[in-house]
């Protein structure tokens, strides 16, 4: 099978890193920039780290300040006038996933003429948007390196996810000194988004040899650091392994595609403005369950929960939380025909950590969340984009039932 793989030219990692924009900055040619970011990150001044990086390599910018989570059509819309008044030739995102997803929605309307629903869907622009540094905050997402943005609109109460190549950023920076202080629910939330991420990287049908790489990296190391990040924000080696962990997680799925997580949860966050890492968190194990049922021996489901349990040292076999084992597919002794045993590890393994998290087990303790709305939820779910990549596409009814036992939980 052909694969595309799309990748960002530059990225710079590790503590410091913004610095390093400098001498890159003069290489684009550009004369305005303008930062999008929120509030938060303007008024403690971030922002203003951030800009004195481009004054020093002799830009002009501005900042808009408005980015809010889950952004809506109505926030771009004004990012979008924003730029083009000023007559911006660069953006410069600063942020998680929202202010990145701005960015990248912005400039593609920007480039390409239209209005941002235009979009919606796979390969739909004609032209690359405007460059776009990307000044990552948080380490889950991976915005900062895929080829998805999303975008919510409130009168569907629903998000639009696009997957289009000319919307990737032109150099991506993972500064630590910007992430270490994300208050711990933030760092569990978007430490769980890049766990699903790679997981669904690895399920998905555009899975491939490159991709399964940087997939199954990433689990191990979301696996071994993001505890030690939530329970310790000012951890360097965890926030620096968090910040690779995430964005070689974003490089994974916007090569293979991901699936029915983030279906439902684009559904259920944007049906109810809840946050995206949070609803995938609490959906992922529910949904790997579903998919679980649908694995049988030697299929690519089975082979995937096999590498998963190797790739967080779990084993079936022995039960002892360490795998020691060499198989040739990454994966641990437990094998394919036992996929059972090795779904049920990856599955309890989950569990086991949105508990150390602090994050819900079920979606009845979210906010707002009511069982009759599955119906509308599982619709829209269903036509989400990701859902096209998902290794088995599900009925209607089943993806109902997956919210409904999430609703009710485990017990």
Same mark, same amino acid.
């Given at each position: 099978m052909a694969v595309r793989i799309s990748a960002v030219k530059t990225t710079f990692f590790g503590k410091g890193a913004i610095r390093m $924009?400098?001498?890159?900055?003069?290489?684009?040619?550009?004369?305005?920039? /303008?930062? *999008?970011t929120d509030s938060?990150? &303007?008024?403690?001044?971030?922002?203003?780290?951030?800009? +004195?990086?481009?004054?020093?390599?002799?830009?002009? &910018? $501005?900042?808009? &300040?408005?980015?809010?989570?889950?952004?809506?059509?109505?926030?771009?819309?004004?990012c979008i006038e924003t730029a083009k008044k000023y007559q911006v030739d660069i953006l410069v995102a600063l942020g998680g996933g929202s202010a990145i997803d701005t960015a990248k929605a912005t400039s593609i309307v920007a480039a390409n003429g239209g209005k941002v629903q235009d979009y919606e869907g796979?390969?739909?622009?004609?032209?690359?948007?405007?460059?776009?540094?990307? *000044?990552?905050?948080?380490?889950?997402?991976?915005?900062?390196?895929?080829? &998805?943005?999303?975008?919510?609109?409130?009168?569907?109460?629903?998000?639009?996810? /696009?997957?289009?190549?000319?919307?990737? *950023?032109?150099?991506? *920076? %993972?500064?630590?000194d910007f992430m270490d202080s994300m208050p711990p629910k933030l760092t569990a939330a978007t430490g769980m988004d890049a766990l699903t991420h790679?997981?669904?990287?690895? $399920?998905?049908?555009?899975?491939?040899?490159v991709t399964d790489k940087d997939a199954l990296w990433a689990i191990t190391a979301v696996h071994d650091y993001l505890p030690a990040a939530y329970h310790d924000g000012k951890n360097e080696e965890a926030r620096t392994m968090m910040a690779y962990a995430e964005n070689v997680a974003g490089m994974a799925f916007s090569n293979a595609g991901l699936g029915m997580v983030h279906a439902m949860a684009h559904a259920l966050g944007g049906f109810y403005n809840l946050p995206h890492g949070l609803c995938n968190a609490v959906l992922l194990p529910y949904v790997l369950m579903f998919t679980a049922s649908k694995a049988a021996s030697g299929n690519h489901i089975a082979e995937g929960f096999c590498k998963m349990a190797g790739a967080m040292h779990l084993c079936g076999k022995n039960g002892s939380g360490s795998c020691h084992c060499q %198989?040739?597919?990454?994966?641990?002794?437990?094998? %394919? +025909?036992?996929v059972r045993e090795s779904a049920s590890a990856v599955i309890t393994e989950i569990i086991r950590m949105n508990m150390e998290l602090g994050i819900a087990g079920r979606l009845s303790e979210l906010k707002g969340v009511d069982p009759k709305d599955f119906s509308s939820l599982a619709k829209l779910a269903m036509h989400d984009s990701c859902m096209a990549s998902n290794p088995v596409l599900p009925e209607e009814a089943e993806v109902i039932s997956v919210y409904t036992g999430a609703f009710n939980g485990l017990n």
């Open positions: $924009l400098i001498p890159e900055l003069g290489k684009l040619h550009a004369r305005r920039a /303008m930062i *999008v938060f990150l &303007y008024s403690s001044g971030a922002a203003k780290r951030v800009g +004195d990086v481009l004054s020093e390599a002799g830009l002009e &910018y $501005l900042v808009f &300040y408005k980015v809010k989570p889950n952004p809506t059509v109505e926030i771009v819309n004004e796979v390969d739909k622009s004609e032209k690359p948007g405007l460059p776009i540094i990307a *000044v990552n905050t948080t380490a889950g997402t991976g915005s900062e390196c895929t080829t &998805y943005y999303i975008v919510t609109d409130p009168l569907k109460h629903s998000k639009m996810a /696009m997957l289009d190549p000319n919307c990737m *950023v032109s150099i991506a *920076v %993972n500064d630590v790679a997981i669904e990287a690895v $399920l998905a049908k555009g899975a491939s040899p %198989n040739r597919n990454g994966g641990c002794c437990v094998q %394919n +025909d036992n």
